[in-house]
């Protein structure tokens, strides 16, 4: 019998966080999930009631965020462990990206969580306990073709995230960034190309692994996933800074 949590989850209507927000709910925990259509994500989600609360949320507005979070602490009375999910990419040479597109992709892939994270954090220092798991890529640590803007706006998560790891030492409070090598979502943006048949591993495995890093008492800062088509094991690297999962 697991310890159930509340879970706020961005990005929640495909993907790895609709898998996710099934998995949770079937495991019984409770589970605050943002989405730009509401109604597409209940189409997809079968809960007990009182257990799942659907957020219509601008990511790109402050006090949207900040009401989400106010309303799901205002639901369930705390929140346990936040996952900065939502992202939008692009792909091409900078130089042929308008300021339009850059905006954005800084503005859902860092801006968000950065809110997010800023947004909660008063919420998990007053219950001295917490996690937050944000989704960068393995592109904020290696070098790839035609990456350069979403790179940059995941390396700032990225950094942002070993920031704020200092300043909640000591106070009970978690973060892990997940830098996963690719996943076959509703990811890559439409003005571009669509990245086809490339997945990491299937969505619902990726989320049972992360369900288990919520639970661990010390998780790692930052964890690394390759693309192997092996199942998923957690295994720790000395330091405690890396973790590889394949």
Known sequence: MHNKKVWFITGASHGLGLAFVKMLLERGDQVAATTRSIANLSRNITALAGNFLPLQVDLTDEHAIEQAIADTHKTFGRIDVVVNNAGYAVHGPMEELGPAVIDRCFAINTVAPMTVMYKVLPYLRRQRAGYILNISSLTACAIAADTDLYAATKHAILGLSERIMEEVRGQGINITVVAPAAFQAQLWSKEYFTMEN??????????????????????????????????LKLEKHSNNEIQFVR
């Open 198 to 231: 490339v997945r990491l591993h299937d969505h619902d495995e990726v989320a049972a692994g992360f369900i288990e890093l919520a639970g661990q008492p010390d998780p790692p800062r930052i964890l690394l996933l390759d693309n192997h088509k092996t199942p």
